[in-house]
């Protein structure tokens, strides 16, 4: 492939992965399953589902809708315990889809290759790559369950791309390390990349991002453009 595009490739692999450990912690398919097997009951989805067919003008108060919902809501939580065994699938195609369409993912790819040409390019690849994999594991450490579902977005990579990855993902974060290996005028792309691929700004997330943004000889100003700039919160 090449470590421009294995960049991308990890990029959707780690928003699935922690899209799916968030989805996880949260309750997973069992909060669904238990919201729809409970649809009928007093404040359920069919109560929640009649109050805004009423509220949008549906003759009868909307008590045919809120009847219809406690009558199928059941059969739709059966249809997800018989889906769940998809559920990683579904996260992956989503996350690919949201990869796809990512103006964010579309500038990186302009920075890394317009008017820089073959190994620089493949250099900067390589410098985002390591940045992403320390940000990912700066709440702790990359699982098997999460390092199952990066690597299968791997699958187009070449083995020396695979092997990369794999020993970043079991290198120690050292965010000195990494500032001290990236080239001037790319500290912003770098800081980028660290900030894509954390689940949240606080915490170990944020105590990671700042060390880094300091290690990268970023301002308080410049670091806090960069999160308004991708719509994350500051550290």
Not at 68 to 84: C, D, F, H, L, Q
């Amino acid at each position: 492939m090449s470590f421009v595009k294995t960049l991308a490739a990890l990029a959707i692999g780690i928003a699935a992965a922690k899209g799916y450990d968030r989805f996880r912690k949260a309750g997973g398919m069992d909060n669904v399953q238990k919201s729809l097997d409970d649809a009928g009951a007093e404040g359920g989805l069919a109560d929640q589902a009649g109050a805004m067919a009423a509220k949008l003008g549906v003759p009868d108060g909307g008590k045919a809708v809120r009847d219809a919902t406690a009558a199928y809501a059941p059969k739709a939580a059966e249809a997800t315990r018989a889906a769940e065994a998809g559920i990683d699938t579904i996260f992956s195609q989503v996350s690919a889809a949201a990869g796809a369409a990512s103006g964010m993912m579309s500038d990186w790819m302009n920075q890394l290759t317009g008017g820089v040409a073959g190994a620089a390019a493949e250099d900067g690849a390589r410098l985002m790559i390591r940045a992403m994999i320390q940000a990912a594991k700066a709440d702790g450490t990359i699982d098997d369950a999460e390092r199952a579902k990066i690597m299968s977005h791997l699958a187009d990579a070449s083995p020396e791309e695979r092997a990369f990855v794999e020993a970043e993902m079991a290198a120690p974060v050292d965010p000195q390390a990494l500032a001290s290996a990236v080239r001037d005028g790319a500290a912003g792309q770098v800081y980028g990349a660290a900030l894509s691929a954390v689940a949240a700004t606080d915490g170990a997330n944020g105590d990671y991002l700042k060390t880094l943004a300091a290690a990268l000889g970023l301002s308080d100003a410049a670091r806090d453009a960069i999160h308004a700039g991708m719509g994350r919160p500051p550290v």
